[in-house]
């Protein structure tokens, strides 16, 4: 399992490369808002900073833990660029069989 702040620290990479990679594109698309959607499962550690953490779970070890150790949970971000507030612009190369 993954915690919940990796997930979206590895989408920040991977979107951050796809704007670097549109520059100089002819054709290039405005990043919107990114819907996320996740089953995670939640602990709190014992020790003396008692922090909170959430748990990315993948949908077969999901089946596996309980429904009272697991929750869905839906977030959307407004990626916005630092130095402009602006929405980003993203382009690539064609991925097979991506959406």
């Given at each position: 399992m993954i915690e919940l702040s990796e997930m979206v620290r590895e989408l920040r990479r991977e979107l951050?490369?796809?704007i670097s990679e549109g520059d100089g594109e002819r054709?290039?698309?405005e990043l919107?808002?990114?819907e996320i959607e996740a089953s995670v499962s939640?602990?709190?550690e014992a020790a003396g900073d008692a922090k909170l953490r959430f748990w990315i779970v993948?949908?077969?070890a999901a089946a596996k833990l309980t429904r009272a150790d697991t929750q869905r949970i839906t977030f959307t971000l407004h990626p916005r660029l630092t130095d402009s507030?602006?929405?980003p612009l993203i382009s690539g190369d064609d991925v097979p069989?991506?959406?």
């Open positions: 951050t490369a796809a054709l290039r698309f919107g808002p990114v939640v602990s709190k993948d949908t077969g507030g602006a929405s069989h991506e959406r």
